[in-house]
């Protein structure tokens, strides 16, 4: 019979054998597959939305006509408000409106002079405001090609009869190339983009995929034990290995894809990030699905090879039964978590970007390395326990948990690199999220800022509707030799001339704002500047004085009314000349975007931790019950034996959870020191601590309930 087909033969025998330790495999470990494979294609897919993006991103790019390119469009590039979200406003003025190269992605055909082409997302919600619909009337619809996501907000408007556009326009030879780009540049950081998903994908997936192979080693190592015994040659052992797991973890992985593949075109935006993509862009092309399930089968056979050539000792190959010894760990295993350590102490030598990246880098290597040096630590533990306990239940817990340290602390690998990676995220995240406070509204009247094409603003056209509003032109003046009040040769603040009256400022104040010399007083000058938002000295000129030109500014003050600034909004993108409104909505500092992305990475490792714990836990619960059978044979209560396994379980998770804390703190102070601006979170290592002493309740509640419903101490072990 064929050496190959026998093997697989057997292999189906064990892996869908009857044996309830053997279904409990086939369950765990397909659970395990399905989980990694919908994890890792959901990560794809974000990725190949991200990409899909930065392409479009680029093709949208303005060229510049440079080196003697013809130009085909003259190009402005505004932006506006609403709400507190900025979006950028174009203006195009095509050479020839026949030629395609003119005319941006996602442009059929040009709108009217003067008219729109606005995006899905700004369309959509403008018919839900008709405010926001009034500064875009008749606006045509972008394709999606011109877009980042359909919730992106866009607009261009092509140049109306004799309109003008502001200094910063600039000749272009097309778009799809290097030069400015519509909108934020969102450009990963490739490195720390790599690194975050190691973390927060990469490692929580590798110890799921190692808890799922490692389900019912014991038995698993007993079969191969007697096939070891009867002569079966080593290679021919690992091959059978891989052929078992294949044929457990290859319907999982099956399953996962068939779980995600159809859901995936379904999404319109990243789940649990709550950020929009473009449709059907988080379901990755076939090759990358391919790709991800053939990667993701090599790790579950390769851990499942390495699982028996780990549990497989060398002083007993032919031996169908284990036998006393303690499974070799070799102090390798701590080299990750050393390596970490020592890039965080080379971090502190550095600065600037290096030191940002070593220190991320030192931060994920530790979280990755705490896992396999866990057993190590774990041994030690057991070994301190065992020969310094004064009875004999100390004894056999810390004997037990030197013995086999492996499967006492596996199913807490996740735990310990939550430990370490949540405290760092933790103090990352107050840091960019500590946003200062606005300042404080003038209580009678509230103003914007105008730039662009100011030398051809007609006043009267953009104040109309607009009762008891001033346009007031801001001049900078250099300060003189010296400043008000320092000696000759020194330099003073700054000075901004203002056209404004006296009368006009009153009547918008509420009260006086000049002395007696017509010059500003005090608290004149400070609501004023409040007002204008700027930190410079003013200084009332006669309105007639000053005339607005195109690198200057032109203030808008009015009676404080809530339809003000959307009203001055829609005049100013009205008007024929390119102008900018700034208010104060566009001074307010905003949450990072990050911050979403680092809480979807964060509930990721979450959940598979969850995930590696469960598993974990229910294989834990289910091989100690022969070991539990085997004391109540030799004599011990039930409840001695539960002492026992609650002692053991106790002194794993305080090794697991002390490494973590320990690693998580030392990791939290390198992230510190990085950045004055963020703080160390010793209240966040102090919830954690309490939170593992919960769980610890909690462990230790499921080992006495599962304790209750074991059989009766003197059965023999089946």
Known sequence: MNAHRTTLRLAAR??????????????????????????????????????????????????????????????????????????????????????????PPGMSAWPEKGGWAVSPGLAALARAHPALAARFPGAEVLG??????????????????????????????????????????????????????????????????????????????????????????????????????????????????????????????????????????????????????????????????????????????????????????????????????????????????????????????????????????????????????????????????????????????????????????????????????????????????????LDRVDTGVLLRGLPGAVAVPLAPRDPGPSGPSGPPGSSGPPVLRVGLGCADAGRLLGTAVCGPAGSLTPEGSRRLAVLLGTPAQLRLVPPGTLRPTPGGELAVIAPRDPRFENAIRAAALAHPAALNVVSAADLVLQESELVSWILGGVAVLGSLTFLVLALGTIDRTAAGRDGDRLLGALGLSRGRVRAIGTEEFLLGYAAVVGTGLACGAVASAAWSAMDPAIGYPAGVLAGAAVLAALLAGAGVLGIRLASGRRPAEGRAPG
């Open 14 to 103: 064990l892996a869908w054998g009857p044996h309830p330790r053997q279904r409990l495999r086939a369950l765990l470990l397909g659970a395990a597959a399905a989980a990694c494979a919908v994890t890792v294609l959901f990560a794809a897919g974000v990725l190949h939305a991200l990409s899909g993006e930065a392409d479009r991103l680029r093709q949208r790019s303005v060229v510049p006509a440079r080196g003697g390119a013809e130009p085909v469009v003259r190009v402005d590039l505004r932006a506006d408000t609403w709400g507190l979200e900025q979006y950028p406003v174009v203006w195009l003025d095509p050479v020839d409106e026949g030629d395609p190269a003119a005319m």
């Open 144 to 453: 999606d090609a011109g877009v980042l996501h359909p919730g992106e907000l866009l607009a261009y408007r092509h140049m109306p009869e004799g309109g003008t556009m502001g200094a910063a326009a600039f000749d272009a030879a097309g778009f799809g190339g290097p030069g400015p780009s519509v909108g934020e540049r969102t450009e990963v950081d490739r490195p720390a983009l790599a690194l975050a998903l190691t973390g927060f994908v990469g490692l929580p997936v590798v110890l799921l995929a190692a808890a799922g192979t490692a389900v019912s080693a014991p038995l698993r190592a007993r079969r191969l034990a007697l096939l070891r015994a009867l002569g079966t040659p080593a290679r021919r052992l690992r091959a059978l290995v891989a052929a078992e797991a294949a044929l457990v973890f290859l319907p999982g992985l099956a399953l996962g894809v068939l779980l995600w593949t159809p859901v995936a075109p379904l999404l319109g935006e990243v789940p649990v990030v709550g950020r929009p993509v473009a449709d059907g862009a988080l379901a990755p092309p076939p090759w990358a699905t391919a790709a991800v399930a053939a990667c993701l089968a090599c790790l579950f056979a390769a851990l499942a090879v390495l699982t028996e050539r780990r549990g497989r000792g060398s002083r007993h190959r032919v031996a169908p039964r284990p036998r006393a010894g303690r499974p070799r760990l070799p102090v390798l295993r701590t080299a990750p978590a050393a390596a970490g350590l020592v890039l965080l102490a080379l971090a502190q030598l550095r600065d600037g970007q290096a030191a940002s990246t070593t220190t991320l880098a030192g931060v994920v290597l530790l979280a990755v390395g705490v896992p396999p040096a866990l057993p190590v630590v774990a041994r030690a533990v057991g070994g301190r326990m065992a020969d310094r306990a004064s009875g004999p239940r100390g004894v056999l817990a810390g004997r037990r948990l030197q013995y086999d340290p492996r499967s006492a602390v596996r199913p807490l690998y996740g735990v310990a690199a939550l430990l370490v990676l949540a405290p760092v995220v933790a103090a990352w995240m107050g840091a960019v999220r500590h946003l200062d406070a606005p300042p404080p509204r003038d209580p009678t009247a509230e103003a914007v800022v105008l730039r662009g094409a």
